[in-house]
């Protein structure tokens, strides 16, 4: 038996995030500039190495994958990788194959990914209204992801959508959020605004609204039951009585929850992040291509696992951002 990922807090580590690719097709202006200047290409692990990064990872006990990005769906030939992870699922060793996304591919994808294995897929979006979503992704347009949903919900995948929490921009669409997800049978998430990337402080702290007051509102016109259940995640959960939702909470500012934290992240380049919010990371892919034999990969992985961080320092309670991360959401993979 190999033993398995726990790191110095006696987290088992069973979570692995992957970003396959930096790039996407909006430019959310929490997540990117405008103008950004992506990685070439060679920088990038090929959909080989991506294999073997992850089938180590999961024969070192990881359960459960996440692609993300950039947005994932836009990595040319991403769907062989999807296959190829297949193989993992059918043995069982592993137990969930998913991903993160804008939603704007899955009208082409969403069968295939449905094929794959993958049951379930997380959807990023943070408002209904046509403009505003044209003006919060810079370059999306919302029918298109919409349509994106519908053939996810056709492919049989269960929907959650994730819609980052935005002082004066989202603020007033909170209960027409809940009654369309509720109405379509998909699960809510909200995730407060985290300082990554290069804007400024000042952007940060007029984006933040704190789930806090987000829940106050929500329990002004509902029965909230706080529920036990836990994804392994940062994310926690209540009941809306009254319509039987479920509606999640990441509150990396308000509160964190870094003590039962399971996960690590790959970049799309073989960097591997033990925290979101440190800048501490190790180098995978250099003992990746040393050598065709896993080993070097496996101690690499295992000595990275032996840093992983208490948790992170984002911080806004001084009325200024502290853990600001310089590197973008979507280097890391959200
Ligand atoms: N492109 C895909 C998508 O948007 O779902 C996957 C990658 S994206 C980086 C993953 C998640 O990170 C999205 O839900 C996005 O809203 C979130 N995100 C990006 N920047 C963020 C920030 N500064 N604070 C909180 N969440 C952020
Ligand atoms: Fe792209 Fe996702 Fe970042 Fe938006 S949040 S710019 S969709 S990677």
Redesign the pocket.
Known sequence: MTAPLIDPFARPISYLRVSVTDR?DFR?V??MAENMTFLPKKELLTLEELDRMCSTFIRLGVEKLRI?????LVRKGIMTFFQSMTRHLDAGTLRELTL???GSQLRRYAQDLADCGVRRVNI?LDTLDDQKFADITRWGRLPQVLDGIDAAQNAGLRVKI?A?ALKGFNEDELFRMVEWCGSRDMDLTY?E??P??DLGNEDRLDQYWPLSDLRARLAERFTLTDLAERSGGPARYVRLEETGQKIGFITPLTHNFCESCNRVRLTCTGELYMCLGQEDMADLRAPLRASDDDALLEQAIRNAIAHKPKGHDFDYSRQKVDGQMTRH??HT??
């Open positions: 996407c959310c929490y997540c993300t990005g950039g947005e994932p993160t996304t804008n990023s994730n980052v995730i605004v985290m990554m990337g959401m979507s993979g959200g």
